[in-house]
């Protein structure tokens, strides 16, 4: 039996990569496999694209860091992976592999970023899959050009009462049908490779308390009606609810985990920025601080589970408190703040109309 560990997303800004991870990494390291989203480019090279709100980069020595701290596999299928164009993806994607962390739902085409990539350890054999719903113009792989893994969604409004013009809408989302059905060939394929089948999702409605999108539902179901044994989202930059589908766990969003964002007056008074604080109230610039995102946003996890011939078994997770400067630390049951970060777990799932259970054991929370 061996032990699978994931957490959200990871982008580091200070020079010493390896302090942002001094109070996790040796939790990280226990795991035979370790998943993080990275959400920052690995390069010193290339141009910031147009079509990106908001980016930044860090030098491709972070990604060893990330190999200290215990992490075995990057999601990079991101709406920021081509941020810095070409010279940006490759160098990340060639900065991981150098590092020995294997990069997912990324690749010189369609069919290299959604290869099946499986890791044996003690006779275990383990595949992740990525994909990416958050997709900036051209960021998505196609027949012919580089890019991510798409798992795309529409979106659609629909007038509350459609005789009246002008009034209140209902929005409507829902998957692109294609690559939902490449989604399913690739978890059918990954099953005749491996004993368990986990698939990383980069979806979701960023910075909003609670609230899920319809299609992300949807594509949770289909990964396990597919054959998935365990779906983990990210990219919303908050925890989401956990859900339980057919006894196999689908986490809609991780949170962060160790991604800093500086703030000066300048990018604190940003027009872009403002909307996004409107989306979480009680937000409010941290000047000088290094995690400048709604207060929720500091309660996160890493999501644990175990992996034999059998499959996916025991999944849990363990709470975690992220401070001003972006250093997540691991809570012990003892803790106030565990029960803070489980209580607030319990409450978005049920808002969010999932009956999960969770179970207190020891300084871990199962799932069920």
Not at 87 to 110: H, K, M, N, S, Y
Not at 171 to 185: I, S, W
Not at 259 to 287: Q, T, V, Y
Not at 333 to 360: C, K, M, P, Q
């Amino acid at each position: 039996m061996i032990r699978f560990t994931a957490v959200g997303d990871v982008g580091p800004e200070r020079p010493d990569v390896d302090t942002l991870f001094e109070r996790v990494a040796e939790h990280i390291r226990e795991a035979d496999v370790a998943f993080m989203q990275l959400e920052m480019t690995l390069t010193e090279r290339g141009q910031r694209v147009p079509q990106t709100k908001h980016t930044s980069r860090t030098s491709p020595e972070a990604a060893h860091a990330f190999r200290r701290a215990g992490f075995t596999h990057a999601g990079w299928a991101s709406n920021h992976s081509l941020d810095w164009g070409y010279d940006g993806f490759f160098d990340t994607i060639e900065a991981l592999e150098a590092a020995d962390i294997v990069p997912l739902g990324v690749g010189r085409d369609l069919a290299d970023a959604r290869s099946i990539r499986v890791a044996e350890v003690g006779g275990v054999r383990v595949a992740i899959l990525a994909y990416c719903s958050i997709l900036p113009a051209d960021y998505w792989a196609t027949g012919n050009r580089a890019g991510v893994a798409p798992l795309r969604a529409f979106t659609v409004f629909e007038p509350a009462e459609p005789d009246q013009p002008g009034t209140p809408h209902r929005m409507l989302t829902f998957p692109h049908p294609d690559d939902q059905r490449g989604m399913v060939e690739d978890i059918a394929r990954a099953r005749e490779l491996a004993d368990a089948v986990i698939v990383s999702a980069h979806w979701g409605i960023h910075f909003t308390h609670a609230e899920l999108a319809d299609y992300q539902r949807m594509l949770g179901h289909a990964a396990i009606d597919a054959g998935a044994d365990l779906v983990i989202g990210h990219h919303a930059h908050i925890l989401k609810g956990v859900e339980v589908y057919k006894g196999k766990a689908i986490f809609h969003s991780l949170g962060n985990f160790a991604i800093e964002l500086p703030m000066d007056e300048e990018h604190a008074n940003r027009p872009s920025f403002k909307h996004l604080m409107s989306l979480h109230p009680g937000w409010e610039p941290d000047i000088g601080g290094m995690f400048n995102f709604p207060p929720d946003s500091r309660k996160s996890m890493v999501v644990s589970c175990d992996i034999d011939g059998g499959g996916v078994s025991r999944v849990r997770f363990r709470p975690v408190m992220i401070d001003r400067m972006a250093v997540p630390e691991l809570l012990p049951a003892s803790d106030a703040r565990h029960v803070e970060v489980v209580d607030y777990v319990r409450a978005i799932s049920a808002e969010a109309g999932l009956d999960t259970t969770f179970t207190v054991d020891g300084d871990d929370v199962l799932v069920g």
